[in-house]
């Protein structure tokens, strides 16, 4: 599991671009636009809610986890193993800016979900390789 886990920034960052997810893409080659309209700020604003996420994010089961983040947990090993490819270029820069919001905001937790969820660093540099560094 944890090969396919992200960094904080790359799990929480595209569950919450994703809003009230759905793993059906709208044109069935690239993930939704609707997840374009989500501010993540408030969400990551909010300590009851982004502690429910990010609990949710790092534990195994998903009993008790709001209906996005399971759908969210189904879909990310295959957001992760293909480098994001289905994302529109929208999606990308959203996710860099929340990525490089909620690493300002909350290092700390963005730390400790990279480091659970992608320990050897290689899913991160993918992504940079790809889509940029993350400016953190």
Not at 41 to 49: A, M
Request: aromatic content about 8%.
């Amino acid at each position: 599991m944890a090969r396919y886990g992200a960094w904080l920034g790359f799990s929480v960052v595209l569950l919450l671009v994703a809003g009230a997810t759905r793993a059906q893409e709208d044109d069935g080659v690239h993930y939704p636009r609707s997840w374009l309209n989500v501010d993540i700020k408030p969400i990551v604003n909010n300590e009851r809610l982004f502690r429910k996420y990010k609990e949710c994010l790092l534990a195994d089961k998903t009993n008790g986890c709001p209906r996005d983040v399971v759908e969210f947990k189904r879909i990310l090993p295959e957001v992760l193993e293909n480098t994001c490819s289905k994302c529109l270029p929208e999606h990308i820069t959203k996710v860099k800016e929340a990525l490089e919001y909620i690493c300002q905001k909350r290092p700390a937790d963005y730390d400790e979900v990279r480091n659970h969820r992608d320990p050897t660093g290689e899913l991160q540099a993918k992504f940079a390789e790809k889509y940029g560094k993350i400016n953190c």
